[in-house]
């Protein structure tokens, strides 16, 4: 398993970090300040139940196997937060390699609390 200091060092990862289920900063590298960050951590742990209630709908009304919840993206401007579990990054999009950043996060260490969506 990979932590933060392998996502940091990805081509376009500008800032790593790891959140707890309520939405709490357990701990971040790169260049973005706290404050901005620990609002980042609130949203993504609100997006991962979101997302996680998408999966479940389309999970019970497709032909499909969406479960369990493995990550998710938004891509605005030239950035893209990208989260799986409670490891997330924000990563300048022309300059990464999605297909490894994608391999990487999913096999990132999960930190605090076991989380279930």
């Known amino acids: 398993m990979i932590g933060l ?3 940091i060092e990805m081509n376009g990862v500008i800032a790593a970090g790891q959140f707890s289920e309520d939405g709490k900063v357990i ?13 980042i951590a609130g949203w993504c742990a609100s997006q991962n139940k979101t997302a996680s209630q998408l999966v479940d709908f389309l999970d019970d009304n497709s032909d499909y196997n969406w479960r369990p919840l493995n990550g998710w993206a938004i891509w605005g401007g030239k950035y893209v937060i990208a989260v799986v579990g409670n490891t997330g990054v924000i ?6 390699d999605f297909n490894q950043l994608i391999v990487d996060l999913l096999g990132s260490e999960p930190t ?6």
């Open 5 to 7: 200091d392998r996502l």
């Open 27 to 39: 701990r971040k590298v790169g260049d973005i300040q706290d404050g901005v960050m620990e609002e």
């Open 91 to 96: 990563v300048e999009s022309t300059r990464a």
């Open 112 to 117: 605090g609390a076991k989380q279930i969506y």
